[in-house]
């Protein structure tokens, strides 16, 4: 019912900048909550920051300050700008939305798409 589109990805600088972008499609109408998770190899998927349609949002505290979570309701898109990026910032970055206003979006994911911080 719902697609996801992460967008974005790459490699920078440890310092450096990066926007990932999520496009949507579908039910539209059915989607409150979003968010970001993110995943490297043998650790648990981390949801990284989420914000609610009306855009309520909140960060794990470990990229708080540092990313911004928004999302423009009018071009069904989420973004996610990140700043001062470190390199415990590498991983797969997912794109998810849940039909529920959740704490942790989890009912439609995105492909994923890799970003990658060097020192």
């Known amino acids: 019912q719902v697609h996801l589109v992460e967008s974005g990805g790459g490699l920078v600088q440890a310092g450096g900048s990066l926007k990932l972008s999520c496009a949507v499609s579908g039910s539209i109408f059915s989607i409150n909550a979003m968010g970001w998770y993110r995943q490297t190899p043998g650790k648990q998927r981390e949801l990284v920051a989420a914000i609610t349609r009306n855009g309520i949002k909140n960060y794990a505290a470990s990229v708080k300050d540092r990313f911004t979570i928004s999302r423009d309701n009018a071009k069904n898109t989420m973004s996610l700008q990140m700043n001062s990026l470190l390199p415990e910032d590498t991983a797969v970055y997912y794109c998810?939305?849940?039909?529920?206003?959740?704490?942790?979006?989890?009912?439609?994911w995105g492909q994923g798409t890799q970003v990658t911080v060097s020192s």
């Open positions: 998810a939305a849940d039909h529920r206003n959740e704490l942790y979006p989890d009912d439609y």
